[in-house]
Every structure is written in C-alpha cells, then in structure tokens.
C-alpha cells in the first residue's frame, strides 16, 4: 500500500497543537504500512576516535586531550565484521571522526572487504569528502554513507561547529545523492538554542533531501566540552520528534538510537514506538568502544555487541515487534 507524506503544514500543526500520544499513533499506523514489524540490524563498528574537527557538543573533539586516541587495523576491523556475519548480520556501519581518513585508504578497506563478503552492505560515517573521493567510495563498493548535518540553522551550525558553514554539509549530501548512495543524515534534538521553529526546520530538510535513512537522537552534554553545562531535554521531545519524522518521511530508516538509550533505560523502545525501525548493535571491540564517548554515560560499552542482541530481541518483541537480519535496504532506496 503507498503512504503519502505528510504535507508540512500538517507536521508544523501537529507539533504545536496535538498531544504526543496522538501523534505517535499516527506514526505507529504508518510505520506499520511500511514495514510492518520488522526492525532492522546494523553491526556499528567505531573503528577510529581520532577526529580533526572540534565540534563544542562532542566528546572526542580534536581539542579535548583526555580522550586516548586509537586507529583500528584492517585486520581486526576484518576480524570484527567476520563475527558479525557468524551471528547473521547483514549489513555494517564503519564510523569514525572526520577527516581522519584519505578516501584511498577507506576505498581499499572496502574493497578487502566486499571481496571476501559480497553480499552484505556496507555504509560508511566519516565525514566530509569532495565529490571526486565519493566517486572512488562508490567505485569500491560503498553503499551507504551516513553523513549528519546535526541542525538545519546557519548560525546555530556556525557556533556549533567553530565557524563551518552549513552549506558545505548539504553540498556533500546532494553530492550523495547524485552518485546514487544509500544517503542518510539526521540531527539533534535539543541543543542548546534549538528553537521550536530550528526543529522544524531540521524536519523541513530531511524532507526536502527525501533522505534514505534519518538518525536522530537527544543532546546530551558531555563534561569535557564547552556546553557541559547545558540544558538536558527530556527523552519525550526525542520520541515526539521521531514520531513526526516518521510522518514526514513514510518509507525511511529511522534508528532508535543508543543516545535515546543513555538519556532513558527505555528510550530504544520508546523510539520504536514511535516509529522507529532499526537497530543498531555497537560491535566495536569493547576496549576501543570505552574510548568513543561522543557524550557520557554511554550505554553497553562493557560488552561486545553481539552479546546485545539477545538482549535487544527481548526489548523489541516487549514493543510488539521482531529483529530481523535483512540487509534492509530503505523502501525510500529502493523505490
């Protein structure tokens, strides 16, 4: 059955004048159309902390010395996707901080990697690349690439961001989207001076990039970083948020994501709930994973991923709904 998007003014309605229980609904019976109760693993591998920007929300900023730096071998980035695979996942997320990688480098990864395993799919999340290193990750194999542009605000993007410009992230996602990636992207929700018109400007952009997969996930400070002293939202504005993004955009991926996790024991589920439809099992050795803070008090870093999965099995089926190891390709892709 085809789902229409919502029009925006409907979404800007529902934001300001609907209570959150009604909206969820709406997106429970959407996500349901869509696809149905299925929710869809992601093996997470953060195989480098090592990052060049120095973002005033992120715990491993370039300028924050009390992060210990590490840079994962091809060999145990190989022997990591290896493990996965015995556990029936399909498809691979390799994240790591920006600019730490030339495109050449990333490109014969991937193709180490697609040449032992050539049916799962890999995405890639590290940052900025010109259009001609995106040809040569596209020529290697890449089929995803995860790029946030964290909020949809000129200004508010400067100050976050050390005076970036915004125009710089959402040439790169048109770039992605030219080359026909899998594109996905996303934001935060609540940072400090998000303003209800910033948030629904974040929602107005995903729908007019029509993103293939949207994550999204609560600001949480982090001690050592210029905002650690900023407001924490509750997990409610994520939920409500996720619920309209839904809406917005009926055929996406839409993760529950493990912020949602730290700032609430059940905020996965809550996300799920809400029309989220994919998980992501962080499998990243868990020396390493102790290491790659983006905000504290981060969730099952003390145990391999895929000892989570059972786990997460569990969570899912309490909200109705069943893992399913597919690739999961987006309906919004794949159409």
Same mark, same amino acid.
Request: charged share 25%; hydrophobic share 40%.
């Given at each position: 059955?085809?789902?229409?998007?919502?029009?925006?003014?409907?979404?800007?309605?529902?934001?300001?004048? !609907?209570?959150?229980?009604?909206?969820?609904?709406?997106?429970? %019976?959407?996500?349901?159309?869509?696809?149905?109760?299925?929710?869809?693993?992601?093996?997470?591998?953060?195989?480098?902390?090592?990052?060049?920007?120095? #973002?005033?929300?992120? =715990?491993?900023?370039?300028?924050?010395?009390?992060?210990?730096?590490?840079?994962?071998?091809?060999?145990?980035?190989?022997?990591?996707?290896?493990?996965?695979?015995?556990?029936?996942?399909?498809?691979? !997320?390799? %994240?790591?901080?920006?600019?730490?990688?030339?495109?050449?480098?990333?490109?014969?990864?991937?193709?180490?990697?697609?040449?032992?395993?050539?049916?799962?799919?890999?995405?890639?999340?590290? *940052?900025?690349?010109?259009?001609?290193?995106?040809?040569?990750?596209?020529?290697?194999?890449?089929?995803?690439?995860?790029?946030?542009?964290?909020?949809?605000?000129?200004?508010?993007?400067?100050?976050?961001?050390?005076?970036?410009?915004?125009?710089?992230?959402?040439?790169?996602?048109?770039?992605?989207?030219?080359?026909?990636?899998?594109?996905?992207?996303?934001?935060? !929700? *609540?940072?400090?001076?998000?303003?209800?018109?910033?948030?629904?400007?974040?929602?107005?952009?995903?729908?007019?990039?029509?993103?293939?997969?949207?994550?999204?996930?609560?600001?949480?400070?982090?001690?050592?970083?210029?905002?650690?002293?900023?407001? %924490?939202?509750?997990?409610?504005?994520?939920?409500?948020?996720?619920?309209?993004?839904?809406?917005?955009?009926?055929?996406?991926?839409?993760?529950?994501?493990?912020?949602?996790?730290?700032?609430?024991?059940? *905020?996965?589920?809550?996300?799920?709930?809400?029309?989220?439809?994919?998980?992501?099992?962080?499998?990243?050795?868990?020396?390493?994973?102790?290491?790659?803070?983006?905000?504290?008090?981060?969730? #099952?870093?003390?145990?391999?991923?895929?000892?989570?999965? =059972?786990?997460?099995?569990?969570?899912?089926?309490?909200? =109705?709904?069943?893992?399913?190891?597919?690739?999961?390709?987006?309906?919004?892709? !794949?159409?």
């Amino acid at each position: 059955m085809f789902i229409s998007e919502t029009p925006f003014e409907e979404i800007e309605y529902l934001y300001y004048n !609907v209570p959150i229980e009604e909206i969820i609904k709406k997106a429970t %019976q959407v996500c349901d159309k869509t696809y149905g109760n299925k929710v869809y693993l992601r093996g997470l591998i953060e195989f480098s902390n090592i990052c060049f920007m120095d #973002c005033k929300y992120c =715990g491993i900023r370039r300028s924050n010395t009390k992060v210990e730096r590490y840079r994962m071998s091809e060999v145990d980035i190989l022997a990591t996707i290896a493990s996965g695979i015995e556990v029936g996942l399909k498809t691979f !997320v390799l %994240q790591s901080g920006e600019n730490a990688y030339r495109a050449l480098e990333l490109a014969s990864l991937v193709e180490k990697i697609k040449s032992k395993w050539s049916d799962i799919a890999v995405t890639l999340s590290c *940052g900025y690349f010109k259009k001609e290193e995106l040809k040569i990750l596209k020529k290697a194999g890449v089929d995803r690439y995860l790029f946030r542009f964290e909020v949809a605000d000129e200004n508010l993007y400067s100050f976050l961001k050390n005076g970036e410009k915004l125009s710089k992230r959402l040439e790169m996602l048109n770039n992605l989207k030219e080359l026909d990636f899998e594109t996905g992207s996303g934001f935060m !929700v *609540g940072l400090p001076g998000e303003t209800d018109e910033i948030l629904l400007k974040n929602l107005r952009l995903c729908r007019d990039f029509q993103f293939d997969m949207v994550g999204i996930g609560p600001f949480i400070p982090h001690p050592d970083t210029p905002l650690k002293d900023a407001r %924490q939202f509750s997990i409610e504005r994520t939920i409500k948020v996720t619920a309209l993004l839904r809406l917005t955009l009926p055929y996406a991926n839409i993760p529950a994501t493990t912020a949602a996790g730290t700032l609430d024991p059940s *905020g996965r589920e809550k996300m799920l709930k809400a029309g989220a439809n994919v998980l992501m099992p962080n499998i990243t050795p868990p020396l390493n994973k102790k290491k790659y803070l983006l905000y504290p008090e981060k969730i #099952c870093i003390d145990e391999s991923g895929l000892e989570c999965i =059972g786990c997460m099995s569990l969570r899912v089926k309490s909200v =109705g709904k069943v893992l399913s190891f597919e690739r999961g390709d987006s309906i919004s892709y !794949v159409k």
